[in-house]
């Protein structure tokens, strides 16, 4: 898959217009006036975009109609395609922001393998292509990937994987009013994932590449610090939770040491 496309699920996920200092011809001018976006600014400017967004939205309701014990019909996908982004413009280095070696694949692939990560059990994104971030060395340490050679287990140290993430607030709204602190019902404020890709296929963002006319899903694929996260609806969902009156500050630190995206997934529709 061409990484063009990989730059328009951006746009889309970021609710912006996302190019390339690669693609602008390393030019100044316009380039030099957007914000540029490095890896370990994706996740935020991801979930800041979802409070922007009216796709984002409508992921909330469905998100809320699951929390509420109601769940969705099969076959039931996201159904509005991103259309006009903000009028934010963003620009990375596709050298630094991208890892071409960790590419993968998972289109065709079927086994009847299970997958371990971070001690728990990996549902593989089969039937999606996997763009992969450059995230080693961009933390404190590695171990929280894993390592490149072994298949089926985990290693000490590694974080168990998850699929997209709402956005705090977003999460926040839909939860006000319908769930409150108790037993079996600690949803609350905070980031919100899957370790399941069908269940994440609810709450992607759809768009029509301009370089191939053709539609696409996108999701985030992550790494979840486990010491912090809480599982619910049985364990279908994680989240990661972050305090009403925490400073933004303060929030991107917890956002840094709890979930980190490794890999854009893309799947043609």
Known sequence: MDRAIALEALCALCNSCVTSFQKQGFHGGAASQRRQMCVKDFICTVL?????????????????????????????AQDAAVRAPTDRDIIIDEDEFFDPQ??????????????YRGGEVYERPYGWYRFALKVLDKYDENAWLGTRYRSTQSVPGEWPVSYHGTSKKGAEGIISGYY?????????????????IDEAVYYTKTFTSNSTGKTYQVVLQNRINAVYRQKHNNDKYWLVPISAGTSPANEQDIVEMTIRPYGLLLKEV
């Open 102 to 115: 960790f590419d993968y694949d998972f289109r065709s692939l079927t086994d009847n393998e299970t997958y």
């Open 48 to 76: 800041d975009a979802d409070e922007t967004c009216q796709v984002s939205r409508s992921n909330f309701v469905r998100l809320q109609s699951v929390l509420q014990g109601y769940g969705l019909k099969a076959g039931q």
């Open 180 to 196: 409150k602190p108790g037993a079996g019902q600690a949803y609350g404020r905070g980031i919100y994932s899957t370790p399941y």
